[in-house]
C-alpha cells in the first residue's frame, strides 16, 4: 500500500506544481551534526548567529520532530529565461539575484507544500504532517540529496541531472512510513567552473563555503559595513549573487519556470543605480513589496547600491551618492563617503 501511496503521491506533487519529489528518512544525514560544528567552529557563519542556535534540531532533523518517519523533499523551478550574468556588465545597473526579481518564494512553495499534504492527510487519515520552507532549523539540500533531487555541488547549492541548479527547496515531515529513494550521487567530475567564477575567493575548497566572503551572504546577512576588500570585488550586485549557479554545465537540463510568480520584473531585472539610490523607506517598500528583498530593510539595500556605484567607474553618479554622505544610518553614510572617494580624482 506504501508503495502505491508513494506514486500517488508523487503525481499529485507534480499536479501541485512541483518538478520532482524526493523521499529519505529523518535520520539519512548521519554526518550532519560533525559537518555543522565543524563549519561553526571555524565561524565560517559570519553574523548568521541563528545557525549556531537549536544546532541540536538543525543538524540531527530526527530531533526536529522525533514522531516523524519520512522526509518529503520537493523541487520547484525558477529558472531564469535571461541571461542573469549579463547585467554584470552594465556598471550603472544593479544586479538582483534570479530567485528575488519577483514575488517571495517562501510563500508560494508553503502553500503548495500544505495543499500536497492536506492531500496526504486526506488519503492516511491516520497521519500527521509538518511543513518547512527555509524558515525554521532543516538542512534542506543535505536531506534533498539524501532523497535523490540531485548533490550538493563544490558551490554546496543542490544541483540535479534533471533539474540543473535554479530550483527552491520544501520539506514535508510525516509520521507516514514512505520507501525512501536513491539517495543522490555526486556528478561534478572535474569541472570547477562554480568555484572559478567567484568574484570574492568565498570557497577554501571544493565542496566548502566561507559565508563571510560570499556576496550573497554580505548583501543580505551581514549587518554594517562591508570590510573595504571585499567592497571592491562586489561590483554591482546589491542583493545576492548567481555567478556560481549561472555557469554550471547542468543548467542545460534545468527545467522551466511554470509559476509566473517567478518571472523576473521587468523593472528588477537592470534596474539603474541612481534610481534605487534615490529610495527612501516608505518608496523601498513600494517597490519590493511582497519581494524577498524587503527583508533586508532601505539601510542595508541602500549601502549595497552605494558600494555598486562606487564599483561603477561611473563619476555621473557622484551626485547619486552625494545626499547620503550624512545618512542617519552609519554604514549608509559610510558606504556614500567611500563611493565617492572611488570615483572622484
Known amino acids: 500500500m506504501t508503495g502505491d501511496l508513494k506514486e500517488r503521491l508523487r503525481t499529485q506533487a507534480l499536479y501541485e506544481g512541483f ?3 524526493g523521499i529519505c ?11 555543522l560544528q565543524t563549519y561553526l567552529d571555524e ?40 541571461d542573469p550574468l549579463a547585467v554584470l556588465d552594465q556598471k550603472d545597473r544593479a544586479a538582483i539575484s534570479v530567485y528575488a526579481q519577483n514575488r517571495d ?7 503548495r507544500l500544505k495543499r500536497v499534504g492536506r492531500w496526504l492527510i486526506d488519503q492516511a487519515q491516520d497521519s500527521r504532517i509538518k511543513v518547512f520552507v527555509d524558515t525554521a532549523p532543516v538542512m534542506e539540500k543535505p536531506l534533498g540529496a539524501a532523497a535523490g533531487l540531485g548533490w550538493q555541488g563544490k558551490h554546496t547549492n543542490l544541483l540535479g541531472r534533471d533539474l540543473g541548479s535554479w530550483f527552491f527547496l520544501g520539506a ?14 555526486e556528478n561534478c567530475g572535474n569541472c570547477t567552473a562554480c568555484l572559478d567564477i567567484c ?20 548583501t543580505i546577512e551581514h549587518h554594517g559595513p562591508v570590510d573595504e576588500d571585499l567592497r571592491a570585488l562586489m561590483g554591482n550586485r546589491i542583493y545576492g549573487c548567481d555567478d556560481c549557479l549561472a555557469v554550471c554545465p547542468w543548467n542545460k537540463f534545468a527545467q522551466e519556470a511554470h509559476e509566473v510568480k517567478y518571472h523576473a520584473r521587468e523593472d528588477l531585472t537592470a534596474p539603474r543605480l541612481s534610481e534605487l539610490a534615490a529610495l527612501d523607506d516608505a518608496a523601498f ?16 539595500f541602500v549601502r549595497n547600491v552605494l558600494y555598486a556605484i562606487g564599483n561603477s567607474g561611473d563619476l555621473a553618479l557622484v551626485n547619486a551618492a552625494r545626499p547620503h554622505v550624512d545618512d542617519p544610518a552609519p554604514e549608509v553614510a559610510d558606504a556614500a563617503r567611500w563611493a565617492i572617494a572611488r570615483l572622484t580624482p
Open 19 to 21: 518538478a520532482q519529489m
Open 25 to 35: 528518512r529523518p535520520d539519512a544525514v548521519p554526518e550532519l551534526p560533525a559537518r
Open 43 to 82: 565561524g565560517r557563519h559570519g553574523q548568521m548567529a541563528w545557525m549556531a542556535e537549536r544546532t541540536k534540531w538543525r543538524a540531527d532533523p530526527s530531533a526536529l520532530w522525533p514522531e516523524a518517519r519520512s522526509v518529503i523533499m520537493l523541487a520547484e523551478p525558477y529558472t531564469p529565461t535571461h
Open 105 to 111: 518564494y517562501h510563500d508560494i512553495v508553503k502553500k
Open 172 to 185: 514535508i515531515f510525516t509520521t507516514l512510513e514512505l520507501e525512501p529513494d536513491e539517495a543522490g550521487r
Open 199 to 218: 568574484p570574492t575567493n568565498a570557497f577554501p575548497a571544493p565542496f566548502q563555503l566561507d559565508a563571510r566572503r560570499c556576496i550573497s551572504y554580505l
Open 285 to 300: 517598500r513600494v517597490l519590493f513589496s511582497g519581494s524577498p528583498v524587503k527583508r533586508i530593510g532601505r539601510d542595508r
